[in-house]
């Protein structure tokens, strides 16, 4: 299966299984992975994903370039505009519940920008990040020239987009490209530890925490301000919050319906 798709209880646990060709996407790859994510996104159980590598030497060498650089090429050529988008996460915020990436080794061109597109990444000490394209005479087009000047200081990402030279674990870190920097053989659990504590929290209260943060990206802080209050009032709607404060002043777990 290129794509595996392992649920545990609330989360899921998708992986890259092409580790022959350090799990780069090819055409096959790229499509099974946009149908994983669509599945997570309609499966209402499900409350938070982690996206890992198969293997302990690659997260994912980006796109295949024997395959699917060619046919943007191509397409380009042609005068045709195709869709630019690893995995389906990388054009637009298509998945409206939270993303994890475990990176366990190289995350190379697209794989950075995969990485970039979930809101939390973990890595292990030999992982390395890249944008290596400007070394083939192209761009990023799937995120990268937009999404890392939001997470790093503009200094560090000018020099990865210009030079297209990787950073190790401990840079990432020191940038904030990453939260943390696990064990190899730790890493993988300690993502999921702490995807099962994001899915404990109120499903639509997550949800709705990850939208304000992400369409304030766009917008000036006025209008982002003015969306954190509509969104607060959603919530303050939902049944969750009132188990929430039942539940804190009973002095007990919430149980959260997503309701």
Known sequence: MPIRFETENDIVVITIDR???????????NAELQRAWNRYNDQASLR????????DQAFCAGADLKQMIPYYRDKVRAGERPQLSLG???SHNAVAKP????????????GTELALACDIRICSPNATF?????????IPGAGGTQRLPRSVPLGMAMEMLLTGEPIDAG?????GLVNRVAPLSEMLDRAKALARV????????????RRA????????????????????????????AVEGATAFTEKREPRFRGS
């Not at 890249?130 to 192209?138: C, R």
């Open 48 to 55: 938070c994903a982690v996206l890992v590598g198969a293997g």
């Open 88 to 90: 389906g996460i990388t």
């Open 171 to 175: 840079t990432a870190l020191r940038i």
């Open 99 to 110: 993303l994890i990436a475990a990176v366990n080794g190289h995350a190379l061109a697209g």
């Open 130 to 138: 890249g944008l290596s394209e400007t070394k083939w005479a192209i």
């Open 213 to 240: 943060a992400l369409e304030s990206l766009s917008v000036g802080l006025d209008a982002g301000l003015l969306r954190e209050t509509e969104l607060f009032f959603e919530i303050m709607r939902t049944d969750d």
């Open 198 to 209: 994001i899915a404990k929290r109120g499903p639509l209260a997550v949800r709705a925490a």
């Open 19 to 29: 580790p022959q060709a350090m799990n780069a996407l090819d055409m096959d790859h």
